[in-house]
């Protein structure tokens, strides 16, 4: 046991190791800046970027969504450049202008920096170089320009970039002005590590997103979606992975590299919706069941009932079971009440009324009011108003209940990699919320979806889905599930605008994903 | 004067004008650094004021409590620093690209892991420097490394921010050097340490840290790592003996206005800026030891010698990394590098610092006390 003195005794000793690690780090200082000889001369051209490389975003097949290219631009030091004589007449005519016109900028700006120009096309960059030696005082620093090669396909869930605002700046994330910095998507989202994961760390190259998006599908949702004001939304049932995610029409993110929209525009694909009807029946259900309801339980009381679902108001009401494939949407609610079952927790259960938790920020949560609990079924249109949800939360909701009651988090993001390709991190299945299904059930909803559907007749094209996905239809929405017997898709199309536009788009699109897997399984 | 208002008597005036100076020294460079390049560093020297202005409050107060006693409050910022560090982990904080690093309290945003740096020496000093001498047992000694200095630094390392991590166990060590139970709290945390970091290796390393050691050792092999630092020599060179504007106002060096706050100051002010910093902090940390050397408590000797240590630590680490010395790493310059959380913290543990000072050198001596180790209160060394 130390006793006092040979602490503070410690502590004297500390002055004198204080001492001599100052001495050492001021002869270093006193190398570095009497010893060592400047740069010979100071280059014009900046040889390496000023600030990290933007890492690359990839679908999940290495198709690039967002990637750099190199742009200049040129700054100037008026004072240094005005000791050369001639110097600013020189870069007047390199530049294209009057040296009058640069005269007027550099006025009062001292040894201030001014910047010329952004993004020099290659001549200027070419004659600024050549003229190097005659020009002190101006160089060239090479920024990245951020090109996405979909354009508008992607726009929606990469987004884009956009000048920092003086809100943003200074930051904890480093911003500064003059920065540009993630708008919406995953840009935005995930903007720390693909600047360099650290203000700490500037000299850090910018990590590269790998994403589970498969672009082949979300080409395909685009191009169904031709013509429609809608959004699509594709997951994996089995792990939550975001296949595909879109909205029509979307901004393309290349038009905003000279300029700064307010916002992206693109995310309707996220957007809170009224939403009611025969969509979430299927879900209802298999919350029935959960919550105990035998599937032969029937509603008795009296319901509305539409005279386009006739075979509901048979036998004094429709059985829970044939809920589903009898198009019997109402009655799933009415049996959800009469059982007791508080509605409104077992939809949050599923995912709606908050985040889904996927991978993007500002995700909205959408609501499950409690009207939509209302008990009054000679009133249930009114009731089910209360309703809100995203395509991705009714996505989340399906996978639950097909892939046996898990509630997995959306992602899109599935690897961080360094620049030169070696792994930083891997994101694995997140589970949310499980639901105790009855076993079978999943199977059991998914063959009623497809009955509903092998039923329904009234296209030709739905003839041929029942075998490869199963379908929900109501008004703006479609859901489809594919393929029945191990579904490894679960696809949402929102599309209020026009009427049933949402119904050939997501035929169009699980057919395509059906051609997709076969071709490259 | 009143009772009521903190008593300047026994103020150390090398001490608090040398921490003013650096403050000043701090905001100049941000003042310089936005007057040249007013794109990247504008506004910053105000927002660094406020900051100071927040800090010196802070650091008043702290300088009040440890005037009148034994400053054991601070105690207290441990558990808060963690606290926070926890929330941060838990989700609390805003996360982007999976770091979780930092609070945001309406127009602040503070940084936990900057506060846990006194907390450490705080925690160290009541745990080892407070205890009777009677309940020094190994099994306390062990949970105090543990609670005080090893997880806190595991839970930073976990943010991630391997860096600060690593800063806190090395000033958790300093501050064990200066506990009464040194000889076995040291080795301690030496195993607890060096046992997963032999075991895991180079896996504890993130990748660009792996390169920029690799940048450090092969510069050539790897000039994008090593751009940064070639940066940062130039700058230092272009400096001379008198020091110049010219180079920041056309160059850019990442990192001016934090980590490379000293390269920007000594290429704007020469070698004779760079030596006036180093002398200044030089002085502020061998105040601090020598409170530690007049202390008559072994609480007050441990917190004094610890805040010395942590000062000392952050800016040796700094400079060697600015003068190519070492591999670059997310150091701070104490008082000077832009940052409100680093320099809140320094303030407070300096406040501290000078409040203990005043009290140990304006303490009465009655006559025939046998010395300093009167003063160690109820438990007498044997």
Known sequence: ?521 | MSDSLPSLRGLDPWLLGATAALVAVGVANLHTLGDLQPARYGGLAVRQCVWAAIGGVAGLASFVAARRDRHRALGWVHVAAFGAVLLTLAGFAESVGGVRRWLRFGPLVVQPSEFLKLGVVAAVARWFGDAPIGTRTLGRALLGVVLCVVLPAALVAAQPDLGTGVVLLLVGAASLAFAPEAGRSIPMLVAIVATPALLLGRTLLHGYQLARIRAFLDPDAHPGGAWQLSQALDAMTAGRALGTRAWLSSHLLPGAHTDFALVAWGSAHGLLGTLLVLALQAVVAQRAFDTASRAGDRYDLCLAAGVGSLLALQVTVNAAMAFGMVPVVGVPLPLVSYGGSNLATTLIALGAVLGARARIVTAPTPAGAPGPERLYRGTPEA
């Open chain 1, 1 to 521: 046991m130390e006793d006092p003195s040979t602490l503070r005794a410690r502590a004297r000793a500390s002055t004198v190791a204080l001492a001599v690690v100052a001495a050492a780090l001021a002869a270093r200082a006193t190398q570095l800046q009497v010893a060592r000889r400047p740069s010979s001369a100071t280059p014009a051209v900046h040889g390496l970027p000023a600030r990290p490389t933007r890492g690359r975003i990839v679908d999940a097949r290495g198709a690039v969504l967002a990637d750099n290219v190199a742009r200049w631009e040129l700054d100037v030091s008026p004072a240094r450049l005005r000791q050369r004589r001639g110097g600013v007449a020189r870069l007047a005519r390199v530049l294209g202008v009057t040296e009058g016109s640069l005269d007027a900028l550099f006025e009062g700006r001292g040894q201030r920096v001014v910047r010329v120009r952004r993004h020099l096309d290659a001549a200027v960059v070419d004659a600024v170089r050549r003229d190097a030696r005659e020009l002190p005082g101006v160089w060239l620093t090479p920024v990245e320009m951020r090109r996405y090669p979909q354009g508008a396909i992607t726009g929606a869930v990469v987004g884009g970039m956009r000048d920092v605002a003086r809100d943003d700046a200074p930051g904890p994330y480093g911003y500064r002005l003059g920065d540009r910095i993630g708008l919406g998507g995953i840009e935005r989202s995930w903007d720390l590590t693909l600047r360099g994961n650290s203000t700490l760390a500037p000299t850090h190259q910018g990590m590269t997103l790998v994403t589970h998006l498969d672009l082949r599908l979300q080409r395909a949702a685009w191009e169904a979606l031709d013509g429609v004001r809608g959004a699509a939304v594709a997951l994996d049932p089995r792990d939550g992975r975001v296949l595909a995610y879109l909205e029509r029409p979307s901004p393309d993110p290349n038009a905003w590299e000279h300029g700064s929209p307010a916002r992206v525009g693109g995310d309707r694909a996220s957007i809170d919706v009224l939403w009611s009807g025969w969509v979430i029946a299927p879900v209802l259900v298999a919350l029935a069941r959960a919550h105990g309801v035998s599937l032969d339980a029937r509603l008795h009381g009296r319901f509305y009932v539409s005279p386009h679902h006739p075979r509901c108001a048979t036998r004094g009401g429709p059985r829970l079971g044939d809920v589903v494939a009898d198009d019997c949407w109402m009655a799933a609610h009415a049996l959800l009440t009469s059982a007791w079952m508080d509605v409104t927790a077992s939809l949050r259960r599923v995912g709606f009324g908050r985040p889904t938790g996927i991978d993007l920020r500002d995700e909205p949560s959408g609501a499950v009011n409690p009207p939509f609990g209302y008990p009054n079924l000679y009133d249930y249109p009114t009731a089910t108003g209360g309703l809100h949800a995203t395509p991705l939360q009714v996505a989340v909701a399906y996978s639950a209940i097909i892939n046996g009651g898990t509630v997995y988090q959306p992602r899109i993001v599935h690897e961080v990699r360094y620049p030169d390709g070696s792994l930083e991190s891997r994101a694995s299945p997140v589970v949310a919320d499980r639901v105790d299904l009855p076993t079978g059930e999943s199977q059991r909803t998914l063959d009623s979806l497809a009955r509903w559907a092998d039923a329904r007749g009234t296209a030709p094209a739905y003839a041929a889905l029942p075998p490869m996905g199963a379908l929900a239809e109501e008004d703006a929405w479609f859901v489809a599930v594919a393929p029945v017997a191990a579904p490894r898709l679960v696809l949402v199309v929102h599309a209020p605008d026009p009427p049933r536009g949402a119904e050939a788009a997501a035929l169009r699109i699980v057919r395509a994903w059906h051609r997709l897997s076969s071709e490259h399984p």
